[in-house]
């Protein structure tokens, strides 16, 4: 039994150390699977009397009013025999308090650092375990006093607040409520029984304490209550004598508290039944069975729930990714894999596999055929601008048979204009590639992990396309130029014979200008131009692949390898530096990923030795 508790204690420990606790999360935690005791009681029921019964020494602080005013998370270390008693606070690592006076004094002290000197209260806990061979192992939460009134210095949400605070332990499904009520009060009265009735109707997880008994009005007793006959409980009542407040201040030690409390017991007649099971060594003793018992009937769920935590754990530290190599050809390697990585997602939206590479296909499928075909052709082949441009190329001396510098001129304006769309649909792609880059960047966890290393591959990335995007421009302007320098000579052998078909040769040279002459000029141009549109609209799209989405799949970070290459350590340190909130996150899931697998070992060795 003790080491089934003792290791409940143990994960319970490392669970407040980590933050892993239940009073911290709405969430579930590993505190909260674990079954704890819950002390709960009006303000002078003798609940502080009680765990310092239970303990066997004087802790806590005294006075009237709210004593209590953070919630303090007590465990108890049964430790072997002959060793020293002492202390240890959450607050104050690897400090041991052998003066139990002591203790009391960090409670109030600390108590106050939260709340400042007045009578506030404040749902952050106190964690204190106590190591002594005179105890059992135990977890117990003290909550502070239920309240009816608040008093001076206190606002008038206090009732409220306490009561919320104190439901916030007790309705969990796997806290043992401990319900301390007083003999000397009417125990439809009693708070501790109220809030326990309203969270756990059945009594399945509550047990009751009655204190003061020995104060009761003489000619009455607390029998029928001990008995379970004015309020059944599942499981039976405990009495309790405390001590004092005269003994309290002569110092009476507890041993000596003890004994009196077996002696009145067992020497009163109405209790002396009872006595077997009544005082503060039974009530430890008997809350320790309970706890063990409660604790064996949850190990299947605590299993299941550090099996769970610990899959979503080792899930989010890959997520995270692994801690750099020290060393500078390890941070290489690293830098090297990662863009790796990048550029396999990149590549990966090209290819098909993710999203965004057919875009690049709408450019040539739709935007730039629209751009081709919202060129105003008809501006440069009207009638005004064809015979302006055949003129001053004949310039003094007037064409033959055909105007060939005039169709020269006249195809080289129109075809000119199709720069504007073949530039157009360059930027169009690198703008697609651009976001291609971000959207893999974002893909690529690695690069999230490494801000430094996010910043440069993405510049990098950037740049290149870039100069990608400009031998592309180039590449796709050549294009159009060369059709406008160099006309397909069929175009030329058939003009003679049109001529010869459509009509005399022998026409004055003032007739050539007539508007039925040039139109036929302007139709044959367009004719030509649209020609050429076609072969553009076919050839363009090739060039910007050759000279952009190729050369991005094949070399969009080579620059920057070779640059990497010459950094030094330094250097290479400084791309890997990471986000401070991830190294801490990662650092504090490691923890807790040791944490739950230690837990896991330990309870399915205890399982399956049960």
């Not at 135990?138 to 206090?158: M, R």
């Not at 599942?234 to 077996?262: H, L, Y």
């Not at 070399?555 to 986000?579: I, M, P, W």
Request: with cysteine; proline share 4%.
């Amino acid at each position: 039994m003790d080491n089934l508790i003792s290791l409940v204690n143990k994960i319970q420990r490392a669970c407040t150390a980590l933050g892993d606790h239940g009073e911290a999360s709405a969430l579930p935690t590993l505190w909260d699977s674990l079954p704890a005791i819950a002390v709960v009681g009006g303000q002078s029921s003798g609940k502080s009397s009680v765990l310092e019964s239970v303990v066997g020494k004087d802790f806590l602080p005294r006075g009237s009013g709210i004593v209590t005013r953070r919630p303090l998370v007590l465990q108890l270390h049964k430790s072997d025999e002959g060793t020293r008693e002492y202390a240890e606070f959450l607050h104050l690592p690897r400090k041991r308090f052998t003066d139990f006076a002591a203790v009391r004094k960090e409670i109030q002290d600390e108590t106050d650092r939260e709340t400042g000197r007045t009578k506030q209260i404040s749902s952050v806990p106190i964690h204190l375990s106590i190591f002594s061979p005179n105890v059992v192992n135990l977890t117990l939460v003290d909550l502070p006093g239920l309240t009816k009134v608040a008093v001076e210095g206190q606002p008038e949400s206090i009732v409220q607040d306490i009561e919320n605070m104190v439901r916030s332990y007790i309705e969990k499904p796997n806290c043992i409520i401990l319900a301390i009520s007083p003999a000397n009060q009417d125990l439809a009265t009693s708070d501790a029984i109220k809030i326990s009735r309203e969270v756990d109707p059945t009594g399945e997880r509550t047990l009751g304490v009655l204190t003061k008994i020995d104060l009761m009005d003489k000619g009455t007793d607390a029998v029928d209550i001990l008995e379970g006959k004015s309020y059944r409980l599942k499981f039976p009542w405990v009495g309790v004598v405390n001590r004092s407040q005269a003994d309290i201040n002569k110092n009476v030690d507890m041993i000596a508290a003890r004994r009196r409390e077996r002696e009145y017991f067992a020497s009163t007649p109405e209790y002396r039944h009872l006595a077997h099971r009544m005082g503060s060594e039974h009530l430890a003793k008997m809350l320790s069975k309970h706890l063990e018992t409660v604790i064996k009937s949850r190990i299947p769920g605590i299993q299941s729930l550090i099996n769970k935590t610990i899959v979503e754990l080792e899930t989010e530290l890959s997520r995270l990714g692994r801690p750099i190599a020290a060393d500078a050809g390890g941070k290489l390697y690293s830098i090297m894999e990662i863009c790796r990585l990048f550029d396999q997602n990149f590549r990966e939206h090209l290819d098909g596999v993710r999203s965004g590479g057919d875009k690049v296909y709408n450019v040539f499928d739709n935007q730039l055929p629209a751009a081709l075909k919202r060129l105003q052709f008809d501006r440069q082949l009207s009638m005004e601008n064809i015979k302006k441009l055949i003129t001053e190329a004949d310039g003094y001396q007037p064409h033959l048979i055909a105007p060939e510098q005039g169709y020269r001129r006249l195809i080289e304006s129109t075809l000119v204009t199709i720069r504007g769309p073949a530039e157009a649909a360059v930027d169009a792609v690198h703008s697609i590639l651009k976001d291609l880059v971000h959207k893999a960047i974002s893909e690529t966890p690695e690069l999230k992990q490494y801000p430094g290393l996010r910043v440069e591959v993405g510049n990098a990335a950037i740049e290149s396309l870039d100069r990608m995007r400009d031998q592309s421009k180039k590449a796709a302007l050549q294009l159009v130029d060369m059709e406008c320098c160099y006309l397909t000579v069929e175009f030329f052998r058939k003009l003679p014979q049109d001529v010869e078909k459509g009509g005399s040769p022998t026409q004055s040279i003032f007739d050539r200008y007539h508007e039925t002459y040039l139109r036929r000029i302007g139709t044959t141009v367009l004719s030509y131009v649209n020609m050429v549109c076609a072969t553009l609209r076919h050839s363009i799209p090739k060039s910007i692949v050759y000279c952009q989405v190729r050369e991005a799949k094949r070399s969009l970070l080579d620059f920057f390898y070779t640059e990497l290459g010459k950094l030094e350590q330094k250097r290479l340190s400084a791309l890997l530096n990471e986000d401070p909130a991830v190294m801490e996150r990662r650092s504090a899931l490691a923890k807790r990923l040791e944490l739950y697998r230690s837990a896991q070992a330990e309870i399915d060795t205890v399982a399956w030795s049960k």
